[in-house]
Each structure stands twice: as C-alpha cells, then as structure tokens.
C-alpha cells in the first residue's frame, strides 16, 4: 500500500489544496494525518473538511486539543494561544465535532502513529538522538510516523551491520529515500502548513509498505495567500511573517 502522510496543516488551507495535488499524481492508496489540523493559520474549518474527507485516519494534535479545551494553553507561546481562542471563536461546529471524536495515537496498524513520540503522543518534541534512542526502545512497532516537531527528521537503530544497535540520524531533504524492510525507525514527515526546517514549502511523506521504502516530499504552494487570511483574521503578524522562513 503506498501512503501519504501529512501532519500539522495547523490551518494553512493553501499548503495543504498544493500537498493533496501534488499526490494525487503518486498513485496513493490512502492519506494518514498526525495531528494538529488546526491552530496558527486561519482557515481551520476549510483544512479540516479537507481532511476529513481524503484522510483514512486522522489524530488529534496539541492544538486541536487546546482548542477543545482539553489543554491548557498557559504553556503555548502568546502568539499560539491567541490563536487557539481565535479558533474556538471562529471554528464551525463540525470542525470540533471532527477534532472531538479523534486520538493522539493509533497503534491498531502494523506501523504505529503518534502526533509527538510513542512515550508522550501529545507533548515530547522529538529533536534529538538521545530522546529518538529511549522511544525507538519503548516503541510497539518496528516502524512508528510521529510529527509535533514541524521538522522533516528521521531515526533509525539498524538490526545489521557495523553500526547494528547504534541510532542514526538523518534530515528528510527533498526527494531523501529510506530503506524500511530492516532496523527500528522513528519517522517524521515535516509539517504541511507550519515548517521548521529552514524550507517553507509543504512537507509529505509517501510510504511504501509494500516495498517498505519512503520518499520525503516539499511542494510550494501560495504563501501570499495564506499568509493574507492571517493579516486578514487579525492574528498575530509574526505568524504570517514566519511561513516565508521556513521557521
């Protein structure tokens, strides 16, 4: 089956309209969201029904929690918590009926699925070789997708080899293909409406689990456009500001 998964659109409607045309040419069997639908970007209700409708499976994020009100935003950034109040203002009814019925993991699969880490599917940044090497080991698949981080980053403990038992690391750069059929992985696409990388275009990753390969992926999309309905909402600037930057 060959895969797209996609995480933290964060309310970016453009990047993710440039995300779903750029795989509808992939022959994907099915479209797996990590989370963080909302949150930031200013067209929650549009992102969401999207997703609702491609999405085979979808997670709840941080911030679609938040604007639930199942977390408190007492540890977001200020420009991140006014934009969870912005959205529980303005979001429809059916977008957190949505976002309501989800959860942060699903392990009902032979790849396991996390919005942040295997240990902590709702808060742990996973940045490091020390954090990827503690839930690489605690892990219940040999192969788990995780986002929260916005960083298109990769993991893996080979079960082979010279440096079998030993974790490596990698960024996901455009067109970086991993070869899954071995080793322990832990594996995030980037984020489609939010990236952190340093490359402002939309991240996805395109999962083989037949050939049990993965390819990383960034398409650019209108960041004027998204960035106008954030002036437009009037959300903090520094949220529009940064989608230029990649960071």
């Not at 977390?71 to 529980?88: G, K, N």
Request: with cysteine.
């Amino acid at each position: 089956m060959r895969i797209a998964v996609i995480s933290d659109i964060h309310g970016n409607l453009p990047a993710l309209e440039a995300v779903l045309e750029d795989l509808a040419d992939a022959e994907i069997d099915e479209v797996w969201c990590l989370g963080d639908v909302v949150g930031y970007g200013a067209q929650p209700d549009e992102c969401t029904r999207l997703v609702s409708e491609r999405a085979e499976v979808c997670l709840v994020g941080n911030h679609d929690l938040a604007v639930l009100d199942a977390l408190d935003v007492s540890t977001f950034s200020p420009a991140a918590a006014e934009a969870v109040r912005w959205t529980q203002v303005h979001a429809a009814t059916e977008t957190l009926d949505f976002l309501r019925a989800l959860e942060p993991l699903d392990e009902s699969r032979e790849v396991g699925l996390y919005h942040a880490s295997p240990r902590d599917p709702i808060w742990e940044y996973v940045l490091s070789e020390q954090q990827a090497t503690e839930n690489i080991a605690e892990q219940p698949k040999r192969i788990c997708l995780i986002g929260h981080s916005h960083v298109a980053l990769f993991f893996v403990v080979p079960d082979a080899g010279p440096l079998a038992g030993q974790t490596r690391f990698g960024q996901g750069g455009v067109g970086t293909r991993l070869e899954l059929p071995g080793g322990r992985w832990l594996i995030n696409p980037g984020s489609v409406g939010q990236p952190r990388d340093g490359d402002p275009r939309a991240a996805w990753l395109e999962l083989d689990t037949g050939e049990w390969n993965a390819t990383y992926h960034r398409v650019a999309y209108d960041i004027d456009r998204a960035a106008a309905a954030i002036v437009a909402a009037k959300l903090p600037g520094h949220l529009a500001r940064r989608l230029y930057a990649g960071q």
